[in-house]
């Protein structure tokens, strides 16, 4: 490859990491927004229906819009599956159990991903494990633990226990999709995956989330939680999901899923910043320290390494 192939894919990854950067961001900022909406004013499986109908919308307007792509019919099983892994169980295991445990607990067990994401790259991708990859999330792990148990609202127990299972199967259900979304990336436009994703995770979804949905009480929504409700549609569901699967495109599910970590120091911050109930101290920059040099550990490939 020449300098300006090369160059191209250095620009290639560096977008891609600017992308999760922004999902990350966005997610962090999920775990509370998401909090205020449910359930005082809209139940966990009608949430996900307002953002799986509501994305699923946006993705195929502007995927009408601007990309004219086809399917094969013999790849729209594969993403039906994906539905399953990345829309479906995820979607509702994750705000089912959101409303049933505390947003410490789900950040805590969300740990857990890039640990199933490395073992499942490793047998269906034939993904090596590196020792680089090992310690890189070595670290994530040890810098989000440092952020999250210092948190006083951190509480494991028996009145969380429904709620803190199901987001560990979210978890996996997320793995499962970061991997097997890859190989479509070499054939497809990103718009046109996630148009059909999440035209069957809208199937899926919606025998869970209609009875919920017709109970919901618009009038009586403030204008606060309308606010919260676009967000989570728009920003942690569309934007996020598009930018994460065109991230896939340049790196590895490895690379994509040790981003995880930093949602909860992307969390901290930003109740810093707007609600200045915390303040930036050692122990956290310590776990921001660890999980950025955990994030590039992972990222670069090991011959970086040697002389």
Request: include cysteine; charged fraction near 15%.
């Amino acid at each position: 490859m020449g300098r300006d192939g090369e160059g191209l894919e250095m620009s290639k990854k560096l977008q891609a990491h600017l992308a999760l950067l922004i999902v990350n961001l966005l997610y962090g900022a999920n775990y509370s927004i998401a909090k205020q909406v449910m359930p005082a004013y809209v139940q966990p499986f009608a949430f996900v229906l307002m953002r799986v109908g509501g994305a699923m919308v946006l993705f195929w307007i502007v995927s009408a819009i601007f990309i004219k792509e086809k399917v094969d019919k013999k790849d729209l099983p594969r993403m039906a599956l994906l539905a399953v892994c990345g829309v479906a169980c995820n979607q509702l295991l994750f705000l089912k159990g959101l409303s049933l445990t505390t947003p410490i607990n789900a950040s805590i067990i969300m740990i857990s991903n890039p640990i199933v994401v490395l073992i499942i790259a490793a047998v269906v991708l034939k993904e090596r494990i590196s020792f680089g990859k090992i310690a890189g999330i070595a670290l994530g792990v040890a810098g989000a633990l440092i952020m999250l148990l210092y948190n006083k609202d951190f509480s494991f127990g028996s009145e969380t226990i429904g709620g803190d299972v199901m987001i560990l199967l979210n978890s996996i259900s997320w793995a499962c999709y970061v991997v097997l979304v890859k190989p479509l990336m070499k054939k497809y436009n990103t718009f046109t995956i996630v148009k059909w994703v999440f035209l069957f995770g809208f199937i899926y979804v919606l025998p869970f989330g209609y009875a919920e949905f017709t109970q919901i009480n618009w009038l009586s929504m403030p204008a606060q939680v309308w606010r919260d409700v676009v967000f989570v549609v728009l920003g942690v569901t569309f934007v996020a999901y598009l930018l994460n699967t065109y991230a896939l495109r340049a790196l590895s599910p490895s690379v994509v899923s040790i981003y995880i970590y930093l949602q909860p120091f992307f969390a901290t911050l930003i109740a810093i910043y707007f609600y200045q109930n915390d303040m930036l101290d050692l122990h956290k920059l310590t776990a921001g320290a660890l999980i950025i040099f955990g994030v590039y550990l992972v990222s670069e490939p090991m011959k970086r390494f040697k002389k």
